[in-house]
């Protein structure tokens, strides 16, 4: 993405804190595999950019996703990440896309040759009901999934354009939580509202958790304590 090389430098200045790879599997327009579009053909069009997230999604609930595929551009990912000197802690992906049992699979072959362990989970907690969320409905069964196969949070939350505001709500959720661990996941900046609103929204919840509540990064996640 444009500002991988940007993140990247951020990444190296800051290797005190954990960062993973956010895999790009699925396209907006004009977006690229790292791979040379001929080596992974089920996942491009004709042009070389990306499927959509659709497209992706209805391939693999088909089994028309090669793993191979799969495996070639997510390692294709992580090496790029990981020879410009960052530490890779976890992987995540756009739109989700892991909690795919083709991607999963994938990733089950890939991350060990990098000594990774840990991946996002599925989301579970929500500031209202996301009924037309197939992952509010599917949610626990890809979660259980996930959780069989990689290192995790115990819980996941990702707000999303329509939860405003969620700090405060979320800090109640949490409250109420019993010991374990949550992610919350945003996408911060300030050039559309919505991502401003997640900037803004992600200071006031730092702002306003229990002091019980232990803030850590992927590299330090254990099983257990309220994080």
Do not use: N
Request: charged letters at 30%.
């Amino acid at each position: 993405m444009p500002a991988t090389e940007r993140a990247v430098e951020f990444a190296r200045a800051h290797a005190e804190l954990g960062f993973g790879v956010h895999l790009t599997l699925c396209a907006e327009p004009l977006w690229r595999p790292v791979s040379d579009p001929a080596l992974v053909p089920g996942l491009v069009r004709p042009d070389g950019t990306l499927l959509s997230t659709r497209e992706v999604r209805v391939k693999a609930l088909a089994g028309r996703l090669a793993t191979d595929e799969l495996e070639r551009e997510i390692d294709a990912q992580i090496r790029l990440v990981a020879e410009a000197g960052v530490a890779v802690s976890h992987v995540d992906s756009h739109r989700h896309l892991h909690k795919l049992a083709a991607v999963r699979k994938a990733l089950e072959r890939v991350l060990p040759r990098h000594g990774i362990r840990r991946v996002r989970a599925v989301q579970d907690v929500y500031v209202r009901r996301a009924l037309g969320s197939p992952t509010y409905w599917l949610g626990r069964s890809w979660r259980r999934s996930v959780r069989r196969a990689f290192e995790t949070s115990e819980h996941f939350f990702m707000p999303s354009k329509d939860d405003e505001p969620w700090a405060r709500p979320l800090a109640a959720v949490i409250d109420g939580m019993e010991a374990g661990s949550l992610e919350v996941g945003v996408h911060p900046g300030r050039a559309e509202a919505w991502r401003d609103r997640d900037r803004a929204s992600t200071i006031e919840l730092a702002g306003c958790l229990p002091e019980r509540v232990k803030l850590v990064d992927w590299r330090t996640l254990t099983a257990g304590a309220k994080v």
